[in-house]
């Protein structure tokens, strides 16, 4: 999650929080974005975590999808893996298929959001 309040790393998941949901930040420069503790890394969560939005680089993804791939493995957690508009990677696809975790990939949560329950948003 961004400090920058300009870019969707951080105005999505805040976004969400008004939504009711519960955002867990990682950021290995912050100690706490919108009032909630900062994490390095996933692993580091000790709440559950039902779905991780990534909002790295394509090429990043990979790498991100082998710390879901471990905390899957020993937490039993995460559910679903997003990826923000703009973000694809097939490889990373291809893993959360092998895991059974749905993957979402180029959509934007907060616009899906809007769409899916407009008289909410």
Not at 31 to 60: H, K, N, W
Not at 99 to 111: A, E, H, N, P, S
Request: net charge neutral; glycine share 4%; aromatic share 8%.
């Amino acid at each position: 999650m961004s400090q920058n309040p300009e870019k969707p790393a951080h105005y999505v998941p805040l976004f969400l929080a008004t939504k009711g949901y519960d955002i867990i930040p990682i950021n290995p420069h912050a100690d706490e974005i919108i009032g909630r503790q900062c994490y390095a890394q996933l692993m580091e969560i000790r709440e559950g975590i039902d779905i991780v939005q990534v909002f790295r680089p394509s090429d990043q993804v990979p790498d991100v999808m082998e710390d879901v791939a471990l905390r899957r493995n020993e937490r039993r957690d995460i559910a679903v893996v997003w990826l923000q508009e703009g973000i694809k990677n097939r490889k990373a696809q291809r893993r959360a298929e092998e895991l059974g975790i749905t993957f979402v990939q180029d959509r934007c949560m907060q616009k899906e959001f809007k769409r899916v329950f407009a008289e909410r948003g």
